[in-house]
């Protein structure tokens, strides 16, 4: 089982509509970041949220971190065709011993913007 | 500035090969990363350095290995390919603040 489930797993959407992907876990996360990926290329990060209630806006971006640290979600106002992509998170786990050098990743979002 | 890279781009193997994949960046990261990616899946951590001279195997490390060759260059190496190792191979770096990673293109292997 994935430590970061991710939903929806696919989303197509029209062009200019909102939309919300949930990136969710049963554990705590002391940072917590979101990437895109486009075909044939590796992922490129987006935002890091640390702090519980953190929310962060990038443009149309709006990331937000939960309170107990356990869940994150990205908002897209208006979307556009160039947010076509894969949407992944990824955080670090909290743990004592935890050096901050490990990093799960969700099962990723894949949005569809039709223009 | 070239970042991460990675060779080859794309490789298709038999069951049974071995062979290396090579990773390099340019940015003096301590900490770099190779990953799998598996449709529906994400990314899953293959194994990982957190500075030059040390390894940790993360959530998938079973047949493979890895190398730390110095502070720029960290090589997997799949010592006899079995065909549930097919997949998109992603090398990574982290900066020396705790959060941001910076990938490479990612390495298409096939294996029959």
């Known amino acids: 089982t994935q430590l970061l489930e991710q939903s929806p797993q696919f989303l197509s959407i029209q062009e200019g509509e909102n939309l919300t992907v949930y990136c969710n876990s049963s554990s705590v996360f002391s940072s917590l970041q979101w990437y895109r990926q486009e075909p044939g290329e590796g992922p490129v990060l987006l935002v890091t949220?640390?702090?519980?209630?953190e929310v962060k806006k990038l443009k149309r971006l709006t990331f937000q971190f939960g309170d107990a640290r356990k869940d994150s979600s990205l908002h897209i106002t208006a979307a556009q065709t160039g947010d076509t992509g894969l949407y992944l998170c990824?955080?670090?786990?909290?743990?004592?011993?935890?050096?901050?050098?490990?990093?799960?990743f969700g099962t990723g979002t894949s949005l569809t913007v039709i223009p | 500035n070239a970042g991460v890279t990675q060779t080859p781009k794309f490789q298709v193997l038999k069951t049974g090969q071995s062979m290396t994949l090579q990773c390099a960046q340019d940015?003096?990261?301590?900490?770099m990363y190779w990953y799998r990616q598996d449709p529906g899946m994400g990314l899953r951590l293959i194994y990982y350095?957190?500075?030059?001279?040390?390894?940790d195997k993360g959530e998938v490390p079973n047949g493979y290995n890895v190398s730390r060759l110095n502070k720029r260059e960290f090589s997997l190496r799949l010592e006899s390919a079995a065909p549930s190792q097919t997949s998109v191979y992603f090398c990574?770096?982290?900066?020396?603040?705790?959060?941001?990673?910076?990938f490479g293109p990612g390495t298409r292997l096939t294996v029959t």
């Open positions: 940015m003096n990261h301590n900490s």
């Open positions: 949220v640390v702090t519980g209630g």
């Open positions: 350095s957190a500075s030059e001279g040390t390894t």
């Open positions: 990574a770096s982290k900066r020396n603040t705790p959060y941001e990673q910076y």
């Open positions: 990824a955080g670090q786990l909290y743990l004592l011993m935890n050096t901050g050098n490990q990093f799960y």
